[in-house]
């Protein structure tokens, strides 16, 4: 089969390749549609220890297709089934899986290999996380129910009540998805960004107030559009950076709740002055990645088009041009760009 490999950063290759088959209570799906992410771009610009541990390696792991073989014991599914697969799936059975902390899992098994025109699902993610496609809906748009998982994680965490006043820094594509699902729990939502095309896309989104973070500052400016200058109710930070940490901290208003979703560099800090947690009562908390029920709920919310699947989906390339749909989204003229083998 034809895949894309990941050699070393900055040197990925379209190949020929062995072409998976499906062993025990394996799936193996032909890859229809992959969807570019942020993580894809940081893996081919520095590499990444956990996931290519040995190369060449595939990646990518946003992924709808067709099942193509059914490996020995699959009964659940048959073959030319449309269908959606998360990228990880808990064992269910760890110290943090039986205190229901899923997204925590020891244990957790990942997948990648979704640039390629073939993948063999391994049994736990499709015992756990292999989700027929409802109809209706395309493989682009399913194709985006992990990284939405994500978000509805992040925004079931938040505590958002309705009437709340959320400020969303980062309109990328998981920022645009947060400010969206904000919007749908009854949230009054500032959205902040540097790039006038996000922010454009923003308001499609549901954004009420823009920031531009190039002119304005943008704790000032939050704090300026909420009643006496007190501050977001919740804010929530989908950049991954120190700087923007430290502003969503700033941004908030005593006794309110911060969300510290954007993953930044390991080794890197922040400062906070201590007065916020202890005299103001801030609720700071960090969310990351997602569980199979927030996978089911993020496929019913793009079959159900509450969630604008081809409005973050900006590009459409062939597998061979992987290379240059990942420049385009570092160039930031791509918000995720569906890459079909
Ligand atoms: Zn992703
Ligand atoms: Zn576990």
């Avoid at 809906?137 to 509805?152: G, I, K, N, W």
């Avoid at 969503?248 to 400062?271: E, W, Y």
Wanted: proline residues 6%; charged residues 20%; neutral net charge.
């Amino acid at each position: 089969m034809k895949a894309v490999l990941f050699y070393a950063p900055g040197d990925i290759r379209y190949e020929e390749t062995a072409r998976p088959t499906a062993g025990p209570g394996e799936v193996l799906v032909e890859i229809k549609a992959a969807l570019t992410c942020g993580t894809d771009l940081k893996t081919y610009r520095r590499g990444h220890p956990l996931l290519m541990k040995k190369t060449p390696a595939l990646f990518g792991h946003e992924l709808a297709g067709v099942i193509a073989e059914l490996g020995p014991g699959v009964e659940r599914f048959s073959v030319g089934q449309r269908v959606v697969a998360a990228n990880s799936a808990p064992c269910g059975r760890c110290f943090y899986c039986r205190r229901g902390h899923l997204s925590m899992c020891e244990e957790i098994e990942f997948l990648n290999g979704a640039y390629a025109e073939f993948i063999a699902i391994p049994a736990r993610i499709v015992e756990k996380n292999l989700l027929p496609i409802p109809e209706g809906v395309s493989f682009r748009q399913a194709a985006l129910t992990e990284p939405l998982a994500c978000t509805v994680h992040g925004i079931e965490r938040s505590n958002i009540l309705l009437g709340d006043i959320v400020c969303v820094i980062g309109q990328g594509p998981i920022g645009l998805m947060l400010t969206r699902l904000a919007k749908l729990r009854g949230a009054r939502v500032i959205a902040v960004d540097l790039n006038p095309f996000r922010l454009e896309k923003a308001r499609r989104f549901g954004a009420d107030e823009l920031v531009d973070a190039a002119i304005a500052d943008p704790v000032e400016a939050v704090r300026g559009l909420t009643p006496g200058g007190r501050g977001a109710d919740v804010a929530i930070e989908a950049v991954g950076l120190p700087d923007t940490w430290e502003q969503a901290i700033a941004m908030t208003r005593p006794a309110g709740l911060v969300n510290l979703f954007g993953g930044c560099k390991s080794g890197t800090h922040i400062q906070i002055d201590t007065r916020r947690i202890h005299y103001d009562e801030l609720h700071i908390i960090g969310v990351f990645h997602h569980t199979p029920r927030h996978v089911r709920a993020a496929l019913s919310l793009i079959s159900s088009g509450q969630i604008d699947a081809d409005g973050l989906i900006t590009h459409e390339v062939g597998l061979e041009r992987l290379e240059q749909a990942l420049q385009l989204v570092a160039s930031g003229d791509a918000l995720k760009v569906a890459v079909i083998p």
